[in-house]
């Protein structure tokens, strides 16, 4: 039995929309083996599709066939504990466990960039999956075959605070919301903010942040999706916060924090008790550099 940890990403990072996330130290766990037909099991009571819709199964299945493998069937057996449909990479995350522990099961016939591009192939876009796969902050371009991709560790003690919502938003509908078409001057107004962040989150310039999370492209529209959402934000920034952004296509809330921040992931949790919004969760993290690990 192989066994994978799959981190939780945050894709967009405010301007850098289909191009820029990064990994979080928030972890999915899967169980894999070889077997006949499709028995999968969740090990926290996590309801999870036991037939081979299971996004895992049918990634796994898929490789195999790619790799013109005999699929005779897998055990899975998975611990999700990143909250699905939420904007952290729920699905990336068993998109990435599919591929990667397929890969392994079948001795690594693939490569890194191989997988990469086979991860956004199946994703549509690779700001999640990437990341995933590889840790740190992932910068790509998909050109709809393969990722021009490239990692970045960070070493931060900065925190990600993540206001996680009740309710589910689906990347469909999130992405449904949006122009087709931006102007010249918002194309510029988002570049050189997503270069902005990269650079300043690298080069610990974090007083930046706040101005290269602020996006055109996308927060825009779907915070109209995400009740209290800029009421969150403010009283995000009114706690120092030094950004906070939509996380991928929400409606995560991401906050980044500086370390000695101490009380903010607290002040967040009262504030959000006082908005009658007790069911939302707060959650700490940090960035992860190292990504999948199979075992
Ligand atoms: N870049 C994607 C989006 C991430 O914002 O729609 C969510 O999967």
Not at 178 to 193: G, T
């Amino acid at each position: 039995m192989i066994k994978l940890k799959i981190p939780a990403t945050s894709a967009n990072l405010g301007a850098g929309f289909d191009a820029l996330g990064l990994s979080l130290s928030y972890y999915n766990y899967v169980n894999m083996e070889e077997a006949e037909g499709c028995q999968i099991s969740s090990l926290d009571g996590t309801d999870v599709p036991a037939d081979e819709n299971n996004l895992i199964y049918h990634t796994a299945k898929t490789v195999y066939d790619i790799c013109g493998r005999n699929f005779k069937g897998l055990k899975i057996e998975q611990i999700n504990n990143i909250p699905m449909a939420r904007g952290l990479g729920s699905s990336s995350a068993c998109i990435i466990a599919g591929l990667a522990g397929a890969n392994r099961l079948m001795g690594d016939p693939l490569s890194l960039d191989e997988m990469v591009d086979l991860a956004a192939q199946i994703e549509g876009h690779p700001d999640n999956t990437a990341p995933a796969l590889l840790g740190g902050i992932v910068t790509a371009v998909f050109d709809g075959k393969k990722v021009h991709w490239v990692k970045q560790e960070v070493f931060t003690t900065l925190k990600f605070i993540a206001v996680i919502p009740d309710f589910e938003l689906k990347t469909e509908k999130a992405r449904a919301c949006l122009p087709k078409e931006v102007s010249h001057k918002d194309a510029v107004y988002n570049l050189s903010r997503a270069a902005l962040f990269s650079a300043s989150l690298l080069t610990g310039k974090y007083e930046n942040l706040r101005t290269a999370v602020h996006d055109r492209l996308h927060q825009p529209y779907r915070m109209e999706l995400i009740p209290h959402g800029r009421d969150i934000f403010d009283i995000a920034y009114t706690n120092g916060a030094y950004a906070a952004y939509i996380s991928g296509a929400g409606p995560c809330l991401m906050t980044i924090v500086d370390a000695e921040n101490k009380f903010f992931a607290g002040k967040m949790r009262f504030a959000l008790d006082n908005m009658g919004l007790a069911s939302w969760e707060v959650k700490e993290m940090h960035i992860d550099n190292d990504g999948c690990r199979v075992e």
